[in-house]
C-alpha cells in the first residue's frame, strides 16, 4: 500500500493537487534519510522505488540477526557450567584441528621425502662396492677391518688411520668396517650408517672366531705367555696386515698393493694412521657418508646455537711434555694475545689447556665447551693424563654433565667430550690449530678450506702471527696407489721399489681356512717396543 502511494504521488497532478504531491515527496526524503539513503536529486521512480526494497531488506536481515542472538544469549544465560566447558573444548578443538591436520601432513612429507633421502644415500655408497652379501647372508664382498687405537696412539692417529682405509677401501673395491672388539670408544660418538652396518655385522659374524683375541687368563699359559702378556692379547692373525705408520713400522707400497688388489683374500686388517702418500679426499663430505653421531653424543653438544655448528673454530694443543716442544709452537702468550686479535668474537674455541677457555672468553669474547677437564685420548686406558682443571661456570653445562655422569663413567665421559670436541672442528667452514693430528684429522676428513696451522709469531717486535698450510696440502695430491706406475711405487724409506712381481706376494699370503681352528701367526708389532 506504501509503494502504490509513492507511485501515485508521484503522477502528474493538476494545480489542486500540487500541495500534496509536494506533502508526500517531502515525507519520502525524510524516510530515506532515516534509512542513509543519500541519493543525489534527479532520481526516477524506478530508482527510489529500488532503493527503498533493498532499505527494507537490509532492515529484515537486521532484525533477523537481532533475534538469532538474543535467543543465543538466553541460552547462554541457562547453560550450566558441565555444558559451559564442553562447548569450549568443543570450540578449542576446532580451532587447531586444521593446524594439526596440517601438522600431520607435513610430517608424514617429510619421513618420506628422508626415507628418499637415506635410500639415495644408501645406494651413492654401496653402489661402488661390488662385492656383497648374498640374500642368504653367505659373505661374498671383500673387506678391510680397521683396528683403531693402537701403539698408544690418540684420537688424531686413529682418524688419519680411518680415513686411509677408507681411501684404499674406494681404491680396491673393499668394505671398511671398524672393529668393535678394539676400539669400543668410537661407538660412543658414531655409528656406521645404513647398510654398511648390517655389511660388517655379518662379516664380523663369519670371521670374528678367526681374528677373536687370545684367552690371558687361559690355565695353560706357561711362564713364557705370562712373560708376553701383552703380546698374548693381540688378536690372532690369521688374515693378512696392511701395516702402514707414519713413524716406525710400515710396509713397502709395492707390497701394499697387490695384496689390496688380490681377489682371493676376502679380509684385510688394516693397522696404521695414514695413506701412502696422500690422494685428494672427495669433497662431498667423506666422514658421513658412512658415520653419524649417536643421540649421547648430539645430546652433549655445547654449542651456543644448537643445531647449528660455529663456523670459525680453533684447536689448541698443550705440548705432553713439561718443556716447551718445538712442534707445539703457538701457545706462548704473545701468539695467543696475536690469535685473539686476527679472529672474530665469535671464534669458538677447543682446547686441552681448559685454563684458555675463561681467558679467552673474557678477553675476546670467544665462546668454547665447559669442560672442567680433558685427558689424553691415548691415556683413558693407561695412566690418567691431563692439562689441568677448572671450574664449570654454565649451569647448563653443570646439569648436562650432571645427567650424563648417570649413564657413563669417568672414562666414557671424556671420551665423549673429545667426540664432541672433534665433531665441532669437523663440522667448522674455517679452523686454525697448533700441531695436532686431532684437529689435522677432522679438517682432513672434511677437506676444510681454509684453515692453517700455527707456527707462533715472526718475531717479538712485529707480532705477526705465522700461519701455514697443512702438510697434505704442502706436498700436493699424490695418484692413488692403485693407478701408480710400477716405476714410482716406494719402499718405506722412499726409495723405489724392486720390482716384485705380484704373484711372488700373493703365493705368500695364504687365505684363511675353512676350518676355525688356527694357529697365531706371529705379529711383527710384538717384537718392536711401542713408541
Same mark, same amino acid.
Given at each position: 500500500?506504501?509503494?502504490?502511494?509513492?507511485?501515485?504521488?508521484?503522477?502528474?497532478?493538476?494545480?489542486?493537487?500540487?500541495?500534496?504531491?509536494?506533502?508526500?515527496?517531502?515525507?519520502?526524503?525524510?524516510?530515506?534519510?532515516?534509512?542513509?539513503?543519500?541519493?543525489?536529486?534527479?532520481?526516477?521512480?524506478?530508482?527510489?522505488?529500488?532503493?527503498?526494497?533493498?532499505?527494507?531488506?537490509?532492515?529484515?536481515?537486521?532484525?533477523?540477526?537481532?533475534?538469532?542472538?538474543?535467543?543465543?544469549?538466553?541460552?547462554?544465560?541457562?547453560?550450566?557450567?558441565?555444558?559451559?566447558?564442553?562447548?569450549?573444548?568443543?570450540?578449542?578443538?576446532?580451532?587447531?584441528?586444521?593446524?594439526?591436520?596440517?601438522?600431520?601432513?607435513?610430517?608424514?612429507?617429510?619421513?618420506?621425502?628422508?626415507?628418499?633421502?637415506?635410500?639415495?644415500?644408501?645406494?651413492?655408497?654401496?653402489?661402488?662396492?661390488?662385492?656383497?652379501?648374498?640374500?642368504?647372508?653367505?659373505?661374498?664382498?671383500?673387506?678391510?677391518?680397521?683396528?683403531?687405537?693402537?701403539?698408544?696412539?690418540?684420537?688424531?692417529?686413529?682418524?688419519?688411520?680411518?680415513?686411509?682405509?677408507?681411501?684404499?677401501?674406494?681404491?680396491?673395491?673393499?668394505?671398511?668396517?671398524?672393529?668393535?672388539?678394539?676400539?669400543?670408544?668410537?661407538?660412543?660418538? &658414531?655409528? *656406521?650408517? +645404513?647398510?654398511?652396518?648390517? %655389511?660388517?655385522?655379518? @662379516? #664380523?659374524?663369519?670371521?670374528?672366531?678367526?681374528?677373536? /683375541?687370545?684367552?690371558?687368563?687361559?690355565?695353560?699359559?706357561?711362564?713364557?705367555?705370562?712373560?708376553?702378556?701383552?703380546?698374548?692379547?693381540?688378536?690372532?692373525?690369521?688374515?693378512?696386515?696392511?701395516?702402514?705408520?707414519?713413524?716406525?713400522?710400515?710396509?713397502?707400497?709395492?707390497?701394499?698393493?697387490?695384496?689390496?688388489?688380490?681377489?682371493?683374500?676376502?679380509?684385510?686388517?688394516?693397522?696404521?694412521?695414514?695413506?701412502?702418500?696422500?690422494?685428494?679426499?672427495?669433497?662431498?663430505?667423506? &666422514?658421513? *657418508?658412512? +658415520?653419524?653421531?649417536?643421540? %649421547?653424543?648430539?645430546? @652433549? #653438544?655445547?654449542?651456543?646455537?644448537?643445531?647449528?655448528? /660455529?663456523?670459525?673454530?680453533?684447536?689448541?694443543?698443550?705440548?705432553?711434555?713439561?718443556?716447551?716442544?718445538?712442534?707445539?709452537?703457538?701457545?706462548?702468550?704473545?701468539?695467543?694475545?696475536?690469535?685473539?686479535?686476527?679472529?672474530?668474537?665469535?671464534?669458538?674455541?677447543?682446547?686441552?689447556?681448559?685454563?684458555?677457555?675463561?681467558?679467552?672468553?673474557?678477553?675476546?669474547?670467544?665462546?668454547?665447551?665447559?669442560?672442567?677437564?680433558?685427558?689424553?685420548?691415548?691415556?683413558?686406558?693407561?695412566?690418567?693424563?691431563?692439562?689441568?682443571?677448572?671450574?664449570?661456570?654454565?649451569?647448563?653445562?653443570?646439569?648436562?654433565?650432571?645427567?650424563?655422569?648417570?649413564?657413563?663413567?669417568?672414562?666414557?665421559?671424556?671420551?665423549?667430550?673429545?667426540?664432541?670436541?672433534?665433531?665441532?672442528?669437523?663440522?667448522?667452514?674455517?679452523?686454525?690449530?697448533?700441531?695436532?693430528?686431532?684437529?689435522?684429522?677432522?679438517?682432513?676428513?672434511?677437506?676444510?678450506?681454509?684453515?692453517?696451522?700455527?707456527?707462533?709469531?715472526?718475531?717479538?717486535?712485529?707480532?705477526?702471527?705465522?700461519?701455514?698450510?697443512?702438510?697434505?696440502?704442502?706436498?700436493?695430491?699424490?695418484?692413488?696407489?692403485?693407478?701408480?706406475?710400477?716405476?714410482?711405487?716406494?719402499?718405506?724409506?722412499?726409495?723405489?721399489?724392486?720390482?716384485?712381481?705380484?704373484?711372488?706376494?700373493?703365493?705368500?699370503?695364504?687365505?684363511?681356512?675353512?676350518?676355525?681352528?688356527?694357529?697365531?701367526?706371529?705379529?711383527?708389532?710384538?717384537?718392536?717396543?711401542?713408541?
Amino acid at each position: 500500500a506504501r509503494s502504490d502511494a509513492t507511485a501515485q504521488s508521484l503522477l502528474p497532478v493538476t494545480d489542486g493537487g500540487s500541495v500534496a504531491s509536494s506533502t508526500v515527496t517531502k515525507g519520502r526524503k525524510s524516510r530515506h534519510r532515516r534509512h542513509n539513503l543519500n541519493h543525489p536529486p534527479g532520481l526516477d521512480a524506478s530508482q527510489v522505488l529500488s532503493s527503498s526494497g533493498s532499505t527494507l531488506g537490509s532492515v529484515s536481515k537486521l532484525s533477523r540477526y537481532s533475534r538469532a542472538r538474543r535467543r543465543r544469549d538466553r541460552l547462554l544465560e541457562n547453560e550450566d557450567p558441565h555444558q559451559r566447558r564442553v562447548r569450549r573444548l568443543l570450540q578449542v578443538f576446532m580451532g587447531l584441528f586444521p593446524v594439526l591436520l596440517w601438522g600431520l601432513f607435513l610430517y608424514v612429507m617429510d619421513g618420506d621425502l628422508e626415507g628418499q633421502r637415506n635410500n639415495n644415500q644408501q645406494h651413492s655408497v654401496l653402489d661402488r662396492f661390488e662385492g656383497r652379501s648374498s640374500i642368504d647372508g653367505t659373505i661374498q664382498g671383500r673387506y678391510i677391518l680397521f683396528n683403531g687405537l693402537e701403539r698408544k696412539q690418540g684420537f688424531g692417529n686413529g682418524l688419519q688411520g680411518l680415513l686411509a682405509a677408507h681411501l684404499l677401501g674406494l681404491e680396491f673395491n673393499r668394505i671398511v668396517c671398524v672393529n668393535p672388539d678394539t676400539w669400543t670408544g668410537f661407538f660412543l660418538g &658414531f655409528r *656406521q650408517r +645404513y647398510d654398511l652396518a648390517n %655389511e660388517c655385522n655379518q @662379516m #664380523l659374524q663369519t670371521y670374528r672366531q678367526l681374528i677373536k /683375541p687370545s684367552n690371558d687368563n687361559d690355565k695353560n699359559n706357561n711362564k713364557s705367555n705370562n712373560n708376553n702378556k701383552k703380546r698374548s692379547t693381540r688378536p690372532q692373525q690369521t688374515f693378512p696386515v696392511v701395516r702402514i705408520w707414519n713413524l716406525g713400522l710400515t710396509m713397502d707400497e709395492c707390497e701394499v698393493r697387490p695384496m689390496l688388489a688380490s681377489s682371493d683374500i676376502p679380509l684385510i686388517i688394516f693397522s696404521g694412521d695414514t695413506y701412502p702418500r696422500w690422494p685428494a679426499v672427495p669433497d662431498n663430505d667423506f &666422514f658421513h *657418508q658412512y +658415520y653419524e653421531p649417536t643421540d %649421547e653424543l648430539l645430546s @652433549m #653438544l655445547p654449542w651456543k646455537n644448537l643445531p647449528t655448528p /660455529p663456523e670459525v673454530v680453533v684447536h689448541l694443543r698443550e705440548s705432553d711434555n713439561n718443556y716447551e716442544d718445538p712442534q707445539r709452537r703457538g701457545m706462548d702468550e704473545a701468539s695467543l694475545d696475536a690469535l685473539g686479535k686476527l679472529l672474530p668474537s665469535s671464534t669458538y674455541l677447543v682446547t686441552n689447556k681448559v685454563e684458555l677457555l675463561d681467558t679467552f672468553e673474557q678477553t675476546f669474547g670467544w665462546s668454547h665447551n665447559d669442560w672442567t677437564t680433558v685427558q689424553h685420548s691415548a691415556s683413558l686406558h693407561q695412566i690418567m693424563k691431563h692439562w689441568g682443571k677448572r671450574k664449570a661456570t654454565s649451569t647448563k653445562n653443570q646439569q648436562r654433565r650432571s645427567s650424563n655422569k648417570k649413564k657413563l663413567d669417568e672414562q666414557q665421559l671424556q671420551t665423549m667430550q673429545l667426540w664432541c670436541d672433534w665433531y665441532t672442528i669437523l663440522n667448522a667452514r674455517e679452523v686454525y690449530h697448533t700441531e695436532s693430528d686431532f684437529s689435522a684429522s677432522a679438517i682432513h676428513w672434511a677437506n676444510i678450506y681454509p684453515s692453517k696451522v700455527i707456527r707462533g709469531i715472526s718475531s717479538p717486535e712485529s707480532r705477526e702471527l705465522i700461519l701455514v698450510e697443512e702438510q697434505w696440502r704442502q706436498t700436493g695430491d699424490a695418484i692413488l696407489l692403485r693407478d701408480r706406475p710400477e716405476e714410482t711405487l716406494t719402499l718405506r724409506n722412499g726409495s723405489p721399489c724392486q720390482t716384485l712381481h705380484e704373484s711372488s706376494i700373493t703365493d705368500s699370503i695364504k687365505p684363511p681356512p675353512s676350518s676355525t681352528t688356527t694357529t697365531a701367526t706371529t705379529d711383527p708389532l710384538d717384537i718392536i717396543p711401542d713408541n
